[in-house]
T-cell receptor, first 113, second 115 residues
Protein backbone atom coordinates (compact mmCIF):
# COMPACT_ATOMS: atom_id res chain seq x y z
CA UNK A 1 0.00 0.00 0.00
CA UNK A 2 1.56 3.27 -1.15
CA UNK A 3 -0.33 5.72 1.06
CA UNK A 4 -0.38 8.36 -1.69
CA UNK A 5 -3.86 9.64 -2.36
CA UNK A 6 -5.19 11.90 -5.08
CA UNK A 7 -8.44 13.77 -5.59
CA UNK A 8 -10.65 13.89 -7.44
CA UNK A 9 -10.62 10.53 -9.20
CA UNK A 10 -12.22 11.82 -12.37
CA UNK A 11 -12.88 15.30 -13.67
CA UNK A 12 -14.53 16.71 -16.78
CA UNK A 13 -13.82 20.28 -17.84
CA UNK A 14 -14.26 22.38 -20.96
CA UNK A 15 -11.62 24.21 -22.94
CA UNK A 16 -10.46 27.44 -21.33
CA UNK A 17 -11.40 26.42 -17.81
CA UNK A 18 -9.03 26.02 -14.90
CA UNK A 19 -8.53 22.90 -12.77
CA UNK A 20 -6.86 22.05 -9.45
CA UNK A 21 -5.75 18.53 -8.65
CA UNK A 22 -4.67 17.44 -5.18
CA UNK A 23 -2.19 14.96 -3.79
CA UNK A 24 -1.48 13.78 -0.26
CA UNK A 25 2.00 12.36 0.21
CA UNK A 26 2.87 9.19 1.99
CA UNK A 27 3.64 9.86 5.62
CA UNK A 28 7.17 11.21 6.15
CA UNK A 29 7.84 12.04 2.51
CA UNK A 30 9.02 15.58 1.71
CA UNK A 31 9.08 15.45 -2.08
CA UNK A 32 6.21 15.33 -4.55
CA UNK A 33 6.52 14.89 -8.30
CA UNK A 34 3.71 15.30 -10.82
CA UNK A 35 3.45 13.39 -14.07
CA UNK A 36 1.07 13.48 -17.03
CA UNK A 37 0.20 10.18 -18.69
CA UNK A 38 -1.56 10.47 -22.03
CA UNK A 39 -3.40 7.44 -23.38
CA UNK A 40 -0.97 4.79 -24.59
CA UNK A 41 2.09 6.68 -23.34
CA UNK A 42 4.39 6.52 -20.37
CA UNK A 43 4.15 9.19 -17.67
CA UNK A 44 5.85 12.52 -18.48
CA UNK A 45 7.43 14.62 -15.74
CA UNK A 46 5.69 17.95 -15.11
CA UNK A 47 7.52 19.25 -12.03
CA UNK A 48 8.74 18.37 -8.58
CA UNK A 49 8.45 20.05 -5.21
CA UNK A 50 10.92 19.54 -2.38
CA UNK A 51 10.14 21.10 0.99
CA UNK A 52 7.72 23.59 -0.59
CA UNK A 53 10.11 24.77 -3.33
CA UNK A 54 9.98 23.82 -7.00
CA UNK A 55 12.91 21.50 -7.69
CA UNK A 56 12.86 20.85 -11.40
CA UNK A 57 10.38 21.25 -14.21
CA UNK A 58 9.67 19.31 -17.37
CA UNK A 59 8.72 20.60 -20.79
CA UNK A 60 5.32 21.98 -19.82
CA UNK A 61 4.05 25.55 -20.33
CA UNK A 62 3.68 28.02 -17.44
CA UNK A 63 -0.08 27.46 -17.32
CA UNK A 64 0.86 24.28 -15.43
CA UNK A 65 1.73 25.39 -11.92
CA UNK A 66 1.93 23.83 -8.50
CA UNK A 67 2.20 24.24 -4.80
CA UNK A 68 3.48 22.18 -1.93
CA UNK A 69 2.17 22.84 1.56
CA UNK A 70 3.94 22.58 4.94
CA UNK A 71 2.41 19.13 5.46
CA UNK A 72 3.97 18.18 2.09
CA UNK A 73 0.66 17.70 0.32
CA UNK A 74 0.55 19.27 -3.11
CA UNK A 75 -1.65 20.82 -5.77
CA UNK A 76 -1.34 20.90 -9.52
CA UNK A 77 -3.11 23.78 -11.25
CA UNK A 78 -3.75 23.99 -14.95
CA UNK A 79 -5.10 27.20 -16.48
CA UNK A 80 -6.69 27.75 -19.88
CA UNK A 81 -7.33 24.05 -20.43
CA UNK A 82 -6.75 22.62 -23.89
CA UNK A 83 -8.08 19.40 -25.40
CA UNK A 84 -4.56 17.90 -25.29
CA UNK A 85 -4.52 18.29 -21.52
CA UNK A 86 -6.86 15.27 -21.33
CA UNK A 87 -4.79 12.65 -19.53
CA UNK A 88 -4.18 10.78 -16.30
CA UNK A 89 -2.31 12.98 -13.81
CA UNK A 90 -0.13 11.11 -11.36
CA UNK A 91 1.64 12.30 -8.30
CA UNK A 92 4.47 10.46 -6.63
CA UNK A 93 5.99 11.07 -3.23
CA UNK A 94 9.42 10.19 -1.89
CA UNK A 95 12.12 11.24 0.56
CA UNK A 96 13.82 13.33 -2.10
CA UNK A 97 16.95 11.36 -2.89
CA UNK A 98 17.70 9.58 -6.13
CA UNK A 99 17.93 6.23 -4.40
CA UNK A 100 14.55 6.54 -2.75
CA UNK A 101 11.55 4.93 -4.38
CA UNK A 102 8.88 7.24 -5.75
CA UNK A 103 5.48 5.96 -4.65
CA UNK A 104 2.65 6.73 -7.02
CA UNK A 105 -0.95 7.58 -6.31
CA UNK A 106 -3.90 6.25 -8.28
CA UNK A 107 -4.11 9.33 -10.48
CA UNK A 108 -6.77 11.81 -11.53
CA UNK A 109 -8.35 11.25 -14.93
CA UNK A 110 -8.95 14.65 -16.54
CA UNK A 111 -11.13 14.95 -19.62
CA UNK A 112 -11.26 18.27 -21.46
CA UNK A 113 -14.18 18.74 -23.84
CA UNK B 1 17.15 14.91 -25.24
CA UNK B 2 17.19 12.04 -22.82
CA UNK B 3 14.79 9.28 -23.77
CA UNK B 4 13.84 5.71 -22.98
CA UNK B 5 12.76 3.21 -25.63
CA UNK B 6 10.69 0.13 -25.08
CA UNK B 7 10.50 -1.62 -28.41
CA UNK B 8 7.82 -4.18 -27.59
CA UNK B 9 4.50 -2.43 -27.13
CA UNK B 10 2.44 -5.59 -26.77
CA UNK B 11 3.60 -9.05 -25.73
CA UNK B 12 1.43 -12.15 -25.45
CA UNK B 13 2.77 -15.24 -23.69
CA UNK B 14 1.43 -18.49 -22.34
CA UNK B 15 1.90 -19.34 -18.69
CA UNK B 16 5.33 -20.80 -17.89
CA UNK B 17 6.93 -19.10 -20.88
CA UNK B 18 10.02 -17.00 -20.32
CA UNK B 19 9.83 -13.23 -20.55
CA UNK B 20 12.28 -10.61 -21.68
CA UNK B 21 11.23 -6.99 -22.17
CA UNK B 22 13.66 -4.64 -23.82
CA UNK B 23 14.61 -1.20 -22.55
CA UNK B 24 17.20 1.15 -24.01
CA UNK B 25 18.03 4.66 -22.91
CA UNK B 26 19.85 7.55 -24.53
CA UNK B 27 22.11 9.15 -21.94
CA UNK B 28 25.87 8.87 -21.78
CA UNK B 29 26.48 9.63 -18.13
CA UNK B 30 25.65 7.88 -14.90
CA UNK B 31 22.10 6.58 -14.83
CA UNK B 32 19.74 5.19 -12.26
CA UNK B 33 17.38 2.62 -13.73
CA UNK B 34 13.94 1.40 -12.78
CA UNK B 35 11.19 -0.93 -13.84
CA UNK B 36 7.67 -0.09 -12.72
CA UNK B 37 4.57 -2.23 -13.19
CA UNK B 38 0.91 -1.32 -13.35
CA UNK B 39 -1.48 -4.20 -12.73
CA UNK B 40 -5.05 -3.72 -14.00
CA UNK B 41 -6.85 -1.22 -11.79
CA UNK B 42 -3.83 -0.60 -9.56
CA UNK B 43 -1.20 2.07 -8.99
CA UNK B 44 2.19 2.13 -10.62
CA UNK B 45 4.54 0.22 -8.34
CA UNK B 46 8.25 -0.42 -8.32
CA UNK B 47 9.48 -3.83 -9.51
CA UNK B 48 13.19 -3.20 -9.15
CA UNK B 49 15.86 -0.52 -9.36
CA UNK B 50 19.56 -0.22 -10.14
CA UNK B 51 21.95 2.45 -8.91
CA UNK B 52 25.37 0.83 -8.81
CA UNK B 53 27.15 -2.42 -8.12
CA UNK B 54 26.07 -5.81 -9.44
CA UNK B 55 24.48 -5.17 -12.85
CA UNK B 56 22.07 -8.06 -12.32
CA UNK B 57 19.28 -6.79 -10.12
CA UNK B 58 16.60 -8.91 -8.53
CA UNK B 59 13.17 -7.49 -7.81
CA UNK B 60 9.83 -8.58 -6.49
CA UNK B 61 7.77 -11.51 -7.80
CA UNK B 62 10.73 -13.27 -9.41
CA UNK B 63 11.66 -10.48 -11.82
CA UNK B 64 15.24 -9.51 -12.56
CA UNK B 65 16.95 -7.03 -14.86
CA UNK B 66 20.43 -6.72 -16.25
CA UNK B 67 22.20 -3.41 -16.80
CA UNK B 68 24.52 -3.55 -19.81
CA UNK B 69 26.29 -0.19 -19.94
CA UNK B 70 27.88 -0.75 -23.35
CA UNK B 71 24.46 -1.37 -24.87
CA UNK B 72 22.62 1.33 -22.88
CA UNK B 73 20.15 -1.38 -21.96
CA UNK B 74 18.25 -2.54 -18.89
CA UNK B 75 16.15 -5.51 -19.98
CA UNK B 76 13.59 -7.10 -17.69
CA UNK B 77 13.39 -10.89 -17.40
CA UNK B 78 11.38 -13.58 -15.71
CA UNK B 79 12.05 -17.28 -16.29
CA UNK B 80 8.44 -18.41 -16.03
CA UNK B 81 5.47 -16.04 -16.21
CA UNK B 82 2.13 -16.49 -14.51
CA UNK B 83 -1.32 -15.28 -15.47
CA UNK B 84 -1.05 -12.77 -12.61
CA UNK B 85 1.88 -11.06 -14.39
CA UNK B 86 -0.58 -9.59 -16.89
CA UNK B 87 0.11 -5.87 -16.59
CA UNK B 88 1.77 -2.89 -18.21
CA UNK B 89 5.50 -2.57 -17.61
CA UNK B 90 7.43 0.71 -17.72
CA UNK B 91 11.16 1.21 -17.85
CA UNK B 92 12.41 4.51 -16.43
CA UNK B 93 15.66 6.39 -15.96
CA UNK B 94 16.90 9.14 -13.67
CA UNK B 95 20.07 10.71 -15.12
CA UNK B 96 22.75 10.73 -12.44
CA UNK B 97 23.39 14.45 -12.53
CA UNK B 98 19.73 15.45 -12.37
CA UNK B 99 19.01 17.11 -9.05
CA UNK B 100 15.26 16.86 -9.51
CA UNK B 101 15.26 13.05 -9.60
CA UNK B 102 12.68 13.12 -12.38
CA UNK B 103 11.78 9.75 -13.81
CA UNK B 104 11.98 9.58 -17.60
CA UNK B 105 9.65 6.78 -18.67
CA UNK B 106 9.42 4.65 -21.75
CA UNK B 107 6.06 4.23 -23.47
CA UNK B 108 5.38 0.93 -21.75
CA UNK B 109 4.86 -2.71 -22.74
CA UNK B 110 1.51 -4.39 -22.26
CA UNK B 111 1.97 -8.03 -21.28
CA UNK B 112 -0.89 -10.49 -21.59
CA UNK B 113 -0.30 -13.93 -20.11
CA UNK B 114 -2.73 -16.59 -21.28
CA UNK B 115 -3.62 -19.33 -18.78
Amino acid sequence: ETGVTQSPTHLIKTRGQQVTLRCSSQSGHNTVSWYQQALGQGPQFIFQYYREEENGRGNFPPRFSGLQFPNYSSELNVNALELDDSALYLCASSFGTVTDTQYFGPGTRLTVL
Amino acid sequence: AQSVSQHNHHVILSEAASLELGCNYSYGGTVNLFWYVQYPGQHLQLLLKYFSGDPLVKGIKGFEAEFIKSKFSFNLRKPSVQWSDTAEYFCAVIPGEDSSYKLIFGSGTRLLVRP
